[in-house]
């Protein structure tokens, strides 16, 4: 039953997160059929981490995922979110509406991804670092898979959106033939104690710095990686060639990751979460500055560089949630790794929406080397949540 459900939710995570990067993978052929400024076709991309957030902190201060079914609110905003970005193709494209519209998408995607979580924790604690690592690892899948629709379906952007949302469709039935774990645990009400615990227990403030370090890199590559992938490999190349490039390039280097994640939790099962986010963040900071150097360079040596990017930021995400859980009172878990998601994507609306005009102004090297200092600041507060340090505390 355990396996049998994990499977099906890690299914219904990669189908419904298709729906996140829609946007960035289509941008490319959007702005060759419309005209569309700097700042709404930032606007496409950040304002689903926008809506997100939103829908993050309503989940986190109404406790939905830890007071109803999960699987029943992940099923619903699965749908809701299939919904909102069909909507997309009867609209003009790139107006008020269809940003709006994305950041509904981003809105009920927070009934997907931190509920998943929830469902996840609830089938073990030995092993909640494999867990998370799979479910982060479809969410990882998810967020590339759209890149390789648009890669697919060439220049039709209206293809990738479609598709997007009936895979959305089919999540919200998959994740309805999933069980509840052993340790799933409910709250009567909404505890108002959970907002300032995330705050006053040290441990976990210390876990939120440290996934706050991460998401400062982390969707601002996502989002970005295919547009900065293209402007190396024109440098090279023609036009053309270097969108199509770009697009392969973009849902190898997501994907690659989502590879990882599973086994980056039995590891961290292991010998320590904290040190596997350390070790993550070291080679993710340390990819950041590689691209700085090399872009521009031979596309091959890019996009290696770019893959190596993508398969070093992820890793460590699954066990930052993990430790919340780990930390966190059984029935208070759901709302504080769902707290602990919306501050970290209210950072990525900062990241996301400021990458394409730093890039603008200083170049994509420059963006690589500021991305670089989230790892900085996230291996410094991991530093405090070692098994070793942990034993003297």
Same mark, same amino acid.
């Given at each position: 039953m355990k396996?049998?459900s994990?499977t099906?939710?890690?299914l ?5 997160m ?6 960035s993978?289509?941008l ?5 059929e ?7 076709s930032?606007l496409?991309?950040s304002?689903v981490p ?10 986190a201060?109404?406790g ?12 619903a905003a699965?749908f ?6 069909a909507?997309?193709?009867?609209i003009?494209p790139g107006?008020?509406?269809?940003i709006?519209?994305r950041?509904a998408?981003?809105?009920f995607?927070a ?15 030995e092993?909640?670092?494999?867990l ?6 479809g969410?990882?899948l998810?967020?590339?898979?759209p890149?390789?629709?648009a890669?697919?379906g060439?220049?039709?952007w209206?293809l990738?959106t479609?598709l ?5 469709i089919v ?7 999933t069980?509840l774990g ?5 709250q009567?009400k ?7 615990l995330?705050?006053?227990h040290k ?6 710095l440290?996934?706050?370090g991460?998401?400062?890199?982390l969707y601002a590559?996502?989002a970005?990686?295919?547009?900065a992938a293209?402007?190396s490999?024109m ?7 270097a969108i199509?490039?770009s ?5 190898v280097?997501i994907a690659?990751?989502?590879?990882l994640?599973?086994?980056a939790?039995?590891?961290a ?6 040190e !596997? +986010?350390?070790?993550?963040?070291t080679l993710? %900071?340390?990819? *950041? #500055?590689?691209?700085a150097? @090399?872009? &521009?360079?031979?596309?091959p040596?890019v996009?290696?560089?770019?893959v190596f990017?993508g398969?070093a ?8 949630s ?5 930390l ?7 709302s504080?790794?769902?707290l602990?998601?919306?501050?970290g994507f209210a ?6 929406? !400021? +990458?394409p005009?730093?890039?603008e102004l200083? %170049?994509?090297? *420059? #963006?690589?080397?500021?991305? @670089?200092? &989230?790892?900085?600041?996230?291996v410094?507060s ?7 340090r942990?034993?003297?505390?």
């Amino acid at each position: 039953m355990k396996a049998r459900s994990i499977t099906l939710l890690v299914l219904a995570e990669v189908a419904a997160m298709t729906l996140w990067f829609v946007s960035s993978a289509t941008l490319a052929d959007l702005r060759n059929e419309i005209e569309l400024s700097s700042l709404k076709s930032a606007l496409l991309v950040s304002t689903v981490p926008a809506g997100f957030v939103a829908g993050a902190l309503y989940v986190a201060m109404s406790g939905i995922a830890d007071r109803y079914d999960p699987r029943q609110v992940f099923a619903a905003a699965a749908f809701l979110a299939a919904v909102s970005n069909a909507l997309q193709l009867v609209i003009v494209p790139g107006g008020e509406l269809s940003i709006a519209l994305r950041f509904a998408t981003g809105l009920f995607l927070a009934g997907v991804y931190p509920v998943g979580m929830k469902i996840a924790v609830g089938w073990g604690k030995e092993d909640r670092g494999w867990l998370v690592g799979l479910l982060v690892g479809g969410l990882t899948l998810g967020s590339a898979a759209p890149h390789l629709l648009a890669w697919m379906g060439g220049s039709n952007w209206q293809l990738t959106t479609l598709l997007a949302s009936v895979l959305a469709i089919v999540s919200s039935m998959l994740v309805m033939g999933t069980q509840l774990g052993p340790h799933h645990a409910v709250q009567s009400k909404m505890n108002p104690r959970m907002i300032t615990l995330a705050w006053t227990h040290k441990k976990l403030r210390r876990a939120y710095l440290g996934y706050l370090g991460h998401m400062w890199e982390l969707y601002a590559l996502w989002a970005w990686i295919a547009p900065a992938a293209a402007a190396s490999y024109m440098l090279q190349t023609t036009e053309a060639n270097a969108i199509a490039w770009s697009k392969l390039t973009a849902f190898v280097a997501i994907a690659s990751g989502a590879l990882l994640c599973p086994f980056a939790g039995k590891i961290a099962d292991r010998l320590g979460k904290a040190e !596997l +986010t350390i070790l993550a963040m070291t080679l993710s %900071g340390s990819a *950041a #500055l590689l691209a700085a150097v @090399a872009f &521009g360079g031979p596309i091959p040596l890019v996009a290696f560089v770019f893959v190596f990017w993508g398969v070093a930021v992820i890793p460590d995400s699954a066990q930052f949630s993990a430790m919340v859980a780990d930390l966190s009172p059984a029935e208070m878990a759901g709302s504080l790794m769902s707290l602990q998601t919306a501050l970290g994507f209210a950072l990525t609306i900062f990241t996301v929406q !400021l +990458t394409p005009f730093v890039a603008e102004l200083l %170049g994509w090297p *420059a #963006l690589f080397c500021i991305l @670089a200092i &989230g790892p900085i600041v996230g291996v410094a507060s991991m530093l405090g949540l070692t098994r070793q340090r942990l034993v003297k505390d």
